[in-house]
């Protein structure tokens, strides 16, 4: 089952490809993207549908977590869009 | 202020001393303004080896190295140093140069895109954009390097960056918050564990030393009174020749480390993160333990084993909360009779020099006060198995990365960090070929490093794997060709000699000790020796392959 993975990224050069090259190094498909964000706001929001190819979602979540230009991650809950999970 | 100027300034407020690089057209403008900053720039002869060697560095001052390099195959070359010290989590801040901005992404002379080639190995990078963002810059990549779980920081700087004035204030660097204290019920949960624990294993890994708990671990392993194996990068957390210590655990570990491991009913993961090296096939690893995980990176907690309790956060500060003394007499003394039943031999036949045995007495002479640092290969292994280390800063090896030609930068970054302790490189005939140029750096400033050459005519740890897993059918290890690695050193102003029989083990053992300046001591040791035991690829560490002397 896929999840989706709401990233809130500080709007650095580099930010949004290291996030996304993560989640497929690690192991997982990026099966869609979506970004937002206002265009002067110093951060924007990027949610990641990902596919597992067994590894668990949470750490991955983790990894995420402690890139640095990574500001907060969640995963969205099942059937609960908007719904995060502490990881 | 000039962009380099900043630069140069901000380094030296952060207390930095010494840097390893090797100039080049587009960071010429760091290279003169290093002229007049009062840093000390050691010369390299290849940027691979400025990497290794400020790796080096600051594994042993515990301070972040830096290496320098120019852009296009200057910062290729420095690729990896940089993923070295990603997998070994060394801090470690690499400046590049780079084109001037507007030729960037033209595909100009010696442009190459290192930010995009180094995202997977670093913790952070960086291109420089605006003059006025280089102080911030510099301060927040030293920050990153050394907090948390250190690794390596790049910065991109194009060389009108370096070269242009600073317009304007910039963004000041705010530094992070540090890890957070323990969670206290997961401290409970955990030492309640220990407490009732029957046969308990303490499994050590790098994030000890690098995290400098080693005081909080030793305390911690002395009162609980429970056994410790460790990993390559775990070695001396609590001195190898403890007798709580198993050994290291493994594919080349010792059979009482991993017999423990498969026996124990806890585990207590200190700074580890269940490397396939260690662990052998996962599924079989330690099959009847719960895991207690303790790690500075909330990151490795579940990843490869399910943690009963997960302790994230500073070692030391869980370490101190965690210890207890558990009743394990019988099990204690279970394990030291597999360690003695178990115990290395060294009555070699012959007349030749068993490496093990002169590696052996090498670092009991030194009462394991030398820096030993290694390239990759059987001696490697041989090192990690036979040498007295007594801290873990004093045993620089390349574990995660696992890169040929690491050992002699490293020995010079460690020699110029702790210029008084002796740096001794333990080196193979195929490794020693990948940075043998910085003979030439020891030779211009006259460090006093130590090579000590194993010299088997092969490459012999894949000549052991073709031998045992491959049929015996020798693909492209045959080094008999080698040049005579003492006229080599000689050549480069650096004294050698050559020993190849067991009556001139002391005689070699009190040169690399007491002789005045660099030396290479060139050991021929026989072509056939494996490293024992073996645990072979897909096994569990239950089962372990034994040759001779073992």
Redesign the interface.
């Known amino acids: 089952m896929n999840r989706t993975i709401e990233v809130s990224l500080s709007r650095a ?2 930010a949004i ?2 996030t996304l ?2 989640i497929e ?1 690690r192991g997982f498909v990026v099966e869609s993207v979506a970004t937002r964000g206002e265009p002067q706001a110093e951060s924007l929001i990027l949610s990641v549908e990902v596919a597992s190819r067994g590894r ?1 979602y ?2 991955l979540v ?2 995420i ?5 990574v500001r907060h991650a969640f995963l969205i809950e099942p059937q609960s869009a908007g719904k995060r999970l502490a990881c | 202020l000039k962009g380099a100027d900043a630069l140069l300034e901000a380094l030296r407020e952060r207390g930095v001393e010494v840097v390893f690089g090797y100039p080049g057209g587009a960071i010429m403008p760091l290279y003169d303004a290093l002229l007049d900053s009062g840093i000390r720039h050691v010369l390299m002869r290849h940027e691979q080896a400025a990497a290794f060697a400020a790796d080096g560095y600051a594994r042993v001052s515990g301070r972040p190295g830096v290496c320098i390099a120019t852009s296009g195959p200057g910062a290729t070359n420095l690729v990896t140093g940089i993923a070295n010290a990603f997998l070994d989590s060394v801090p470690l801040v690499a400046i590049t140069g780079q084109v001037a901005t507007p030729l960037m992404g033209t595909d100009a002379f010696q442009e190459v895109d290192i ?2 080639i180094t ?2 190995i670093v ?5 420089v ?1 605006h003059v006025e963002e280089l102080p911030r810059i510099v301060h927040e990549a030293w920050d ?1 390097a050394g907090s ?2 250190p690794g390596p920081v790049l910065i991109d700087l194009p060389k009108n960056m370096a070269a242009g004035e600073a317009h304007g204030a910039a963004r000041v660097h705010e530094p992070r918050p540090g890890p957070a204290p323990p969670d206290e019920a997961a401290l409970a949960r955990a030492a309640a564990m220990i407490g009732l624990a029957e046969r308990p294993v303490i499994y050590a890994g790098g994030g000890i030393g690098i995290g400098r708990a080693i005081h909080a671990f030793r305390g911690f392993v002395a009162e609980s009174g429970i056994p410790v194996v460790s990993t390559l990068k775990g070695l001396g957390s609590v001195p190898t020749d403890d007798p709580l210590f198993l050994g290291m655990l493994g594919m080349h570990g010792t059979r009482a480390a991993n017999n423990a491991v498969q026996q124990s009913d806890l585990l207590i993961a200190v700074g580890a993160r269940f490397d396939d090296r260690a662990t052998g096939r996962l599924e079989g690893f330690a099959p009847g333990a719960k895991v207690v995980h303790l790690d500075v ?3 490795e ?3 490869l084993r399910r943690a009963d309790v997960a302790l994230p956060g500073d070692l030391a500060a869980s370490l101190a909360a965690l210890v207890q003394r558990p009743r394990i007499g019988t099990w204690r003394r279970h394990c030291q009779r597999m360690k003695s039943e178990h115990a290395w031999r060294y009555d070699a036949p012959g007349d030749g020099i068993y490496a093990p045995e002169l590696l052996r007495r090498l670092s009991v002479a030194a009462d394991g006060e030398a820096t030993l640092t290694c390239d990759v290969g059987q001696h490697q292994m041989w090192v990690a198995q036979h040498c007295l280390i007594r801290r873990p800063e004093r045993h620089l090896s390349s574990g995660g990365l696992g890169a040929m030609g690491y050992g002699l930068p490293a020995a010079i970054g460690a020699q110029i960090a702790d210029p008084r302790r002796t740096a001794i490189n333990v080196s193979g005939d195929g490794s020693i070929m990948f940075n043998i140029q910085e003979l030439a750096t020891l030779r211009r400033y006259g460090l006093p490093v130590k090579i000590l050459l194993l010299d088997n005519r092969s490459l012999g740890m894949v000549r052991q794997w073709q031998e045992l897993f491959f049929d015996r059918r020798f693909s492209e290890v045959d080094l008999s060709d080698n040049p005579d690695f003492a006229v080599v050193a000689r050549s480069f102003g650096i004294d050698a000699m050559t020993v190849e029989n067991a009556s001139q083990i002391d005689g070699a053992v009190d040169a690399l000790l007491h002789h005045a300046g660099p030396l290479l001591v060139h050991c021929r040791i026989d072509p056939a020796a494996n490293v024992w035991p073996l645990v072979p690829p897909g096994h569990t560490n239950a089962t372990m392959l034994e040759g001779s002397l073992q």
């Open positions: 050069e580099g490809v290291r090259g993560l190094r668990p949470d750490v983790r990894q977590q402690r890139l640095f230009d | 930010f995009g995202l997977p913790k952070h990078s960086y291109i954009r990153i948390g779980r990176d909330p990151a907690i579940d990843k």
